[in-house]
């Protein structure tokens, strides 16, 4: 591919470092993904080696895009609101290989083949790909946008633990 055609690629591809937040911010816990980009973006200076994107429930066409662009990201971080038992608020990384298929909203990107391509860009396209995951609280069964309060105060956690890890140098270190 030429230099030309790397242009016409969107940011996330090119980007050294792309974080994704992912949910459903109109069924309460579920969008941490989201509120975690909303507070970075308002709060911390994005560097120029980094693509964050609130992708709601619309993960799936742009790692679709990942997995057959000539040119991808190094590390792909995604946040995610998970129920996995824990304490509500709780933040935890997860392999891609442990994403639970079962969650409320069917446009998760838990469920086939969300989950079968983060597994395709971390073995076969050479990705690091992580997960930050927040266990949530009791999901509402009707349209409630808002997070519980343990859930929101994880929101500047979970940004500082991500500028800590991934603003920094592009070398591909730090923590995730």
């Known amino acids: 591919m030429n230099p030309e055609d790397d242009a016409a690629l969107p940011d996330f591809c090119r980007k050294p470092v792309l974080i994704l937040g992912v949910g459903n911010i ?3 816990d579920d969008g941490f993904g ?3 980009v ?3 973006e308002k709060n911390a200076k994005v560097p120029s ?3 964050i994107l609130d992708v709601g ?3 799936r066409s742009l ?3 990942l997995v057959i662009s000539p040119v991808r990201t190094k590390r792909l971080l995604v946040l995610d609101a998970i129920d996995a038992g824990r304490a509500p608020g709780e933040l935890f990384e997860i392999d891609p290989s442990d994403i639970p298929p079962i969650k409320l909203d069917d446009f998760s ?3 086939v083949p969300t989950s079968n391509m983060l597994l395709e860009l971390k073995d076969r ?3 690091e790909v992580r997960v930050l995951a927040c266990q949530t609280g009791p999901l509402p069964e009707e349209v409630r946008p808002g997070l519980s309060d343990p859930v929101a105060r994880a929101v500047p956690k979970a940004a500082a633990r991500i500028t800590k890890g991934y603003f920094g140098e592009t070398t591909g270190e730090g923590e995730g």
């Open 34 to 36: 989201c509120a975690v």
């Open 38 to 40: 909303d507070y970075i």
């Open 26 to 28: 109109l069924f309460g």
């Open 49 to 51: 080696h980094v693509c």
């Open 63 to 65: 790692l679709f895009t």
């Open 125 to 127: 396209c050479g990705i």
């Open 109 to 111: 990107m838990h469920q």
């Open 57 to 59: 429930t619309g993960v």
